[in-house]
């Protein structure tokens, strides 16, 4: 029974893996027929509303009114920022360069819990592997500079980089237990709070657009986004996390991005030269380096959380 368990952990993570990578490119597809902020209203009002349905039914308590604050608070973080954001991001750049920004959370969630936190418990393998993860992006837009960019391709680098840091603080939040609920209820909140937000951002910002003029392309892109990327891939998750050893069910989050480009060149004619995927093994090796180093001290917890896809 426990090499069964063993055997559906590794087509778990095979699952997590995969989807989470096409997430990406996915996105890419349902953009071209509806407007990113509006796409991701969508996905986060549908997939949080049935994980709600869901745990309500499992007689799963309301969250009390200092829940739903703090939920609010997460909403903003972890849906409307890092997903929003990073949905947003992929009208101006490729589905591999924003799945590599996406993977760099673990980065920045080292240096936001020195400088902010107070963590102290840094050592030569967590700063190694921080300089090796900033060279590996260094080859990637070195390779990147040279060519002739659509207009706000510096817009979606700032937009990518906001939504990969919102997530980053986020995840340190719930790490520490900023709420304490089940927190797979608490996600659905959160996806449907900030669906109403995103669904406002929309109806202001962008030329909103009626399912009866959606493609046929993009409502089927979107509906792998939520179905596939939102329910079916955090279920494999979480069942990869109950049945594997964290750092083996954590490397999901090295494999997205490979996953993302590979997909995105052969699906979309995505640029992926040499010095892309060389930049791309360096910089995944340096997230590697911080997360084993983190979780030597203990913390691995802060890197282990879910990705904004």
């Not at 699952?15 to 209203?41: D, N, Q, R």
């Not at 089940?182 to 709070?193: A, K, R, S, T, V």
Request: net charge positive.
């Amino acid at each position: 029974m426990l090499l069964k368990s063993k055997y559906k952990a590794y087509i778990a993570l095979a699952t997590t893996s995969i989807v989470w990578g096409t997430t990406w490119v996915a996105m890419k597809y349902a953009i071209k027929g509806i407007p990113p902020l509006e796409l991701a209203s969508i996905r986060q009002f549908i997939a949080g509303s049935l994980f709600i349905i869901f745990f309500l039914i499992k007689k799963e308590s309301l969250p009390t009114l200092h829940q739903f604050i703090k939920l609010i608070f997460l909403a903003i973080l972890t849906f409307a920022m890092a997903n929003g954001l990073s949905t947003w991001s992929m009208k101006y750049l490729s589905s591999g360069l924003g799945a590599l920004i996406g993977a760099l959370y673990p980065l920045s969630v080292v240096i936001m819990e020195y400088f902010f936190f107070k963590n102290n418990k840094i050592n030569i393998i967590t700063i190694s592997g921080i300089l090796i993860g900033i060279g590996g992006i260094v080859f990637v837009f070195y390779d990147n500079a040279f060519d002739v960019h659509p207009k706000g391709y510096l817009f979606g680098l700032c937009l990518a980089i906001i939504a990969m840091l919102s997530w980053s603080l986020s995840s340190i939040l719930i790490a520490k237990k900023y709420i304490k609920m089940n927190p797979y209820f608490g996600m659905g909140w959160q996806m449907l709070l900030s669906s109403i937000l995103l669904g406002l951002l929309s109806f202001f910002n962008e030329k909103t657009i009626t399912l009866t003029n959606i493609s046929i392309n993009s409502l089927l892109a979107a509906g792998y986004l939520i179905f596939a990327g939102s329910i079916v891939a955090i279920i494999a998750f979480v069942y990869s996390m109950k049945h594997l050893n964290p750092a083996i069910a954590v490397l999901y989050a090295y494999i997205n991005p490979i996953v993302a480009m590979v997909t995105g060149s052969l699906m979309l004619g995505e640029k992926l030269t040499t010095t892309i995927i060389f930049g791309s093994i360096i910089t995944l090796i340096g997230v590697y380096l911080v997360n084993f180093s983190m979780s030597k001290n203990k913390q691995r917890e802060l890197l282990d959380v879910m990705p904004d896809n």
